[in-house]
């Protein structure tokens, strides 16, 4: 049973549009991560929220990107202005309590 | 900067045979975290390690770590063929924090 849920599993959008990615945890937690996968490449950092607050992120998360959780319990990530490179699996991850991150299934977005 | 290493990134393996995987870091951590990750799924997580000589088993994978060299080992022991799947170990900073990943090791194994 995965720790998260992400929706969609797969979007398809073109270049220039902006795109929403959801997490949705299963439970309540206070850790929680974005991370992309460039199709056969490693893992990389994007943001992390702590307590409802960004608390790190990487310089690939520029002004492109932005974390919202409007409900209190959903996780968005939100490209703005999409690009070919933008084009990869997106993660989301909650915190465990050894610190190891639980990822959930993913989101592959296409820019076309 | 953080920076994480594996090799090999990419073993052929025959099946029965032992094998060993290394993950180098740049900078001091004690927790190490090892991930499988099958073609077109998520990571799943294999090992954490959290201490200098930490060593965890399940199954036929065995992972250790050596804070002072900066080096994990992912010990394969008879590979089956279930085992086929990229490996990537990661680090943080401090506990909590982003992880970086190596590039991770593709394995594929052959009878």
């Known amino acids: 049973e995965p720790e998260v849920t992400q929706t969609p599993s797969h979007q398809v959008t073109q270049m220039g549009q902006e795109v929403i990615l959801r997490c949705v945890p299963i439970?309540?937690?206070?850790?929680f991560y974005w991370y992309r996968q460039i199709l056969g490449q490693k893992v990389e950092f994007l943001v992390s929220?702590?307590?409802?607050?960004?608390?790190?992120k990487s310089e690939i998360f520029d002004d492109q990107f932005s974390v919202e959780r409007p409900d209190g319990s959903n996780f968005t990530l939100k490209i703005r202005s999409t690009k070919l490179e933008d084009s990869a699996m997106y993660f989301c991850?909650?915190?465990?309590?050894?610190?190891?991150?639980?990822f959930g299934p993913g989101t592959r977005l296409t820019v076309t | 900067e953080l920076k994480v290493e594996q090799n090999p990134l990419f073993l052929s393996m025959q099946e029965g045979k032992n094998y060993t995987i290394y993950c180098n870091y740049s900078?001091?951590?004690?927790?190490l975290y090892w991930y499988r990750q099958d073609p077109g799924k998520s990571l799943e997580s294999l090992f954490v390690?959290?201490?200098?000589?930490a060593v965890k088993q399940e199954g036929r994978l065995m992972a250790s770590l050596d804070t002072k060299a900066r080096l994990s080992t992912l010990h394969i022991t008879a590979a089956v063929h279930d085992l086929s799947a990229t490996y990537f170990c990661?680090?943080?900073?401090?506990?909590?924090?982003?992880?970086?990943f190596g590039k991770g090791t593709t394995l594929s194994v052959s009878s």
């Open positions: 991850a909650r915190g465990g309590r050894s610190y190891e991150q639980y």
């Open positions: 439970s309540n937690h206070l850790y």
């Open positions: 929220f702590y307590n409802n607050e960004i608390s790190e």
């Open positions: 900078t001091t951590s004690d927790r």
């Open positions: 390690l959290l201490s200098n000589g």
């Open positions: 990661a680090v943080d900073k401090q506990a909590g924090t982003a992880l970086i």
